[in-house]
Structures are given as structure tokens and as C-alpha cells.
């Protein structure tokens, strides 16, 4: 006869149950999945674009009537800040003494490990080199660059021996112009210059500045696209004591839409106009 033996197979609990009776695996699953939420929440939330703006690029020009164009080398060190694709620095000059000064940076794909193109923008680099800020108003303007409609930050920065100097500096995201503007440096470059705060570092000056933060809370609340390919433009020319304002001004602005030209936009690459 054969003798039945009597065993018990091991009961095997589900994956949830064995976590739930060891708190450090549901604590790594929590986290986890915390990082993994952050990390996925801006694709999916910054997905609008304005239905009435075409997607450009801006394209910059070397050849312009009546100007002289001369490239001049950006500084290793920018170069490594910026992480540009494309990058355009020179300078503007006519026969009638006038000077121009141009600069475009272009990242065709976004570079999540690389700092944001319009991080540093002069009201917190040019601060930092030396350069002050003069108060003046507007401090922001509109311009029309062919059918591609900005809205420009306006500076007037000082560096004593080197003069005055107008600034326009703004951008685009996905071929399109920003629903909010590029000043969240602005406030924090001021208190910077005028030494407010001597125990505070620039971090330290951005992280409690509301300016600084409003940019941030725009862009979230637009949820425009903030993580395309991105192009930042910035455009001077000097201004010395007791020239007009409004004479500088005007010429910035007729100069725009002749040293750059709209580009068509394809997956974030420059592409012919149909």
C-alpha cells in the first residue's frame, strides 16, 4: 500500500501585500512613483499652443543694405551656459557712425540636463559683468518682426567707461512668441547692483523675489509650451548722454525685420517657407 503523505504547498502572497508588510519597499515605491509623476507632469501639462500664431523661426541675416557686418567670438564660457545648437553674435555698422549689435541663440531640442535659454538673460548676466541698470520706462515694448508679433524687454545698462547701451532681448517656444515676458531677472538684477542685500546670494535674491516667481506661475497657468525648441534674441545699440531715446528706439525697430527673416518650422528644424 502506498502511504499518502500530506504536505502544505507554500502560500504565496501577492506582490501588493508583500510591499504593504515592508514599509522601506513602500516607501521606495511611494518615492518612486513621485519622481516618475514629476518627472512625466510637463510633458503633459505645458501642451497648448496659440491657434493663432503660425509656428517661425527668426533667422538671422549677415547681409543687410547700407550695413557692415562683423561676427565676433562669444566666450567659450557663454557657449557652455547657453548649449545652443546655433549661434549668431556680431556687430551692425552703416556709414553714418551708427552701431548695432546683434545676438541669437537656437536650440533646436530640448536639453532637460542643460540650463534654459532664457535663464540667464542681461538683466542678470550684464548685472553680474560690471554693467548697472538705469531705470526707465517702458521697460517692455512690442514689435512686429514680418507677421511674428513680440513682446521685447527693454533695458538701459550703464558700464561707465564703456558707455550706455539700449537693449531689446525676448524669445520664442515652438516657433512661437511667449505669453509672458522674459523680466524675471529684472527685479533681482536691481537689488543685485544696489547691494540690498549684501548676506544674500543671487540664488538666495531669485528664490525670494515675486517677479522672479511670476514667470513661473504664467507659464504654469498658460500651460503654452515650455519645453520645445527655443530661440532667444537680443539686439543693441549705444546710447549715449544726450541722445533721444525715441531716435535709438526707432532704429532698433526698423532694424529688427531686416536682420532677420521668418523660417519655416518642422519638428523644431528650420525649413524654407512654402
Not at 56 to 70: A, D, I, N, S
Not at 189 to 197: I, N, P, S, T
Not at 256 to 261: F, M, S, V
Request: glycine content about 8%; hydrophobic content about 40%.
Amino acid at each position: 500500500m502506498i502511504a499518502r503523505v500530506n504536505s502544505k504547498m507554500p502560500t504565496v502572497q501577492p506582490m501588493t501585500s508583500r510591499i504593504a508588510n515592508h514599509p522601506s519597499a513602500l516607501r521606495m515605491l511611494l518615492f518612486a512613483t513621485l519622481i516618475g509623476g514629476c518627472w512625466a507632469f510637463p510633458r503633459g501639462w505645458y501642451t497648448k499652443s496659440d491657434p493663432a500664431q503660425q509656428r517661425r523661426w527668426l533667422q538671422e541675416k549677415t547681409e543687410v543694405p547700407g550695413w557692415f557686418y562683423v561676427p565676433i567670438p562669444v566666450a567659450k564660457s557663454a557657449e557652455a551656459v547657453l548649449v545652443a545648437d546655433e549661434l549668431v553674435n556680431g556687430e551692425f555698422s552703416n556709414n553714418q557712425g551708427d552701431l548695432i549689435r546683434v545676438f541669437s541663440a537656437k536650440r533646436f531640442q530640448e536639453k532637460l540636463n542643460e540650463i534654459g535659454l532664457f535663464v540667464h538673460t542681461p538683466d542678470r548676466c550684464w548685472t553680474q559683468t560690471g554693467w548697472t541698470l538705469e531705470h526707465q520706462i517702458p521697460d517692455s515694448v512690442p514689435a512686429a518682426i514680418h507677421t511674428t508679433r513680440l513682446v521685447l524687454e527693454r533695458r538701459i545698462f550703464n558700464n561707465g567707461a564703456n558707455g550706455r547701451e539700449l537693449v531689446y532681448f525676448g524669445g520664442l517656444v515652438g516657433g512661437q512668441s511667449l505669453p509672458y515676458r522674459l523680466d524675471h531677472n529684472l527685479s533681482v538684477g536691481m537689488r543685485h547692483q544696489l547691494r540690498k542685500a549684501l548676506d544674500k546670494s543671487g540664488a538666495t535674491l531669485r528664490a525670494s523675489d515675486q517677479r522672479f516667481w511670476k514667470r513661473v506661475w504664467e507659464s504654469f497657468w498658460s500651460r503654452r509650451e515650455i519645453l520645445g525648441p527655443k530661440q532667444f534674441i537680443r539686439i543693441s545699440t549705444p546710447l549715449p548722454l544726450g541722445a533721444e531715446e525715441a531716435t535709438r528706439d526707432a532704429l532698433l525697430m526698423s532694424f529688427l525685420p531686416q536682420w532677420l527673416e521668418e523660417r519655416g518650422y518642422h519638428s523644431g528644424q528650420l525649413m524654407d517657407l512654402q
